[in-house]
T-cell receptor, first 110, second 117 residues
């Protein structure tokens, strides 16, 4: 079965880089995603990466995928207080459901 | 750009009542997914529909049912509500089309927060 794991908590200082890590077990994962959820709010799709890519950069966000180790990371450069939220790693094997990780709560200290 | 619309945003019900949640996908999206997120939990998949047919089923209780209509909107019907059904319910939509290896980028609505008292 699918399993997606993340560390529960990360604290960084404003202006530093944040790196949120995720491991998954489903080798048939086709797309891997990062979603952001602010308190009481919905899920915002931040970025995604196709399984045949190893890196994707989008402004302050960099996604790295190590398919051999089934490891995904999200780097946020110049982290701001507005980046404080829960970040969910997620995967899907095609047209199927999205399986979410446990979420990492990012706290940005001013 | 149009997003996924869910209604209502908040719903308060009592035990054993019924509730209906609605989801309007992004225009031209053909697939709808329902997820349930309990307090402090990650979202869990309930059920999905592709071209108005059920395409996958997750941990959806028998008390719940859902369907996708001809205009692609979807409704999640919940009966005999229990306290444990209190959660945030998300709908997501994507465009699958006829692709064998679909680009399944799921966009989520803001969610319906259901409180069962």
């Amino acid at each position: 079965g699918e399993d997606v794991e993340q560390s529960l908590f990360l604290s960084v200082r404003e202006g530093d880089s944040s790196v949120i890590n995720c491991t998954y077990t489903d080798s048939s994962s086709t797309y891997l995603y990062w979603y952001k959820q602010e308190p009481g709010a919905g899920l915002q799709l931040l970025t995604y990466i196709f399984s045949n890519m190893d890196m994707k950069q989008d402004q302050r966000l960099t996604v790295l995928l190590n398919k051999k180790d089934k490891h995904l990371s999200l780097r946020i450069a110049d982290t701001q207080t507005g980046d404080s939220a829960i970040y969910f790693c997620a995967e899907t094997g095609g047209y199927q459901k999205v399986t979410f990780g446990t979420g990492t709560k990012l706290q940005v200290i001013p | 750009a149009a997003g996924v619309i869910q209604s209502p945003r908040h719903l308060i019900k009592e035990k054993r009542e019924t509730a209906t949640l609605k989801c309007y996908p992004i225009p031209r999206h053909d697939t709808v997914y329902w997820y349930q997120q309990g307090p402090g939990q990650d979202p869990q998949f309930l059920i999905s529909f592709y071209e108005k047919m059920q395409s996958d089923k997750g941990s959806i209780p028998d008390r719940f049912s859902a369907q996708q209509f001809s205009d692609y909107h979807s409704e999640l019907n919940m009966s005999s509500l229990e306290l444990g059904d209190s959660a945030l319910y998300f709908c997501a939509s994507s465009f699958i089309g006829q692709a064998i290896l679909a680009k399944n980028i799921q966009y989520f609505g803001a969610g319906t927060r259901l409180s069962v008292l």
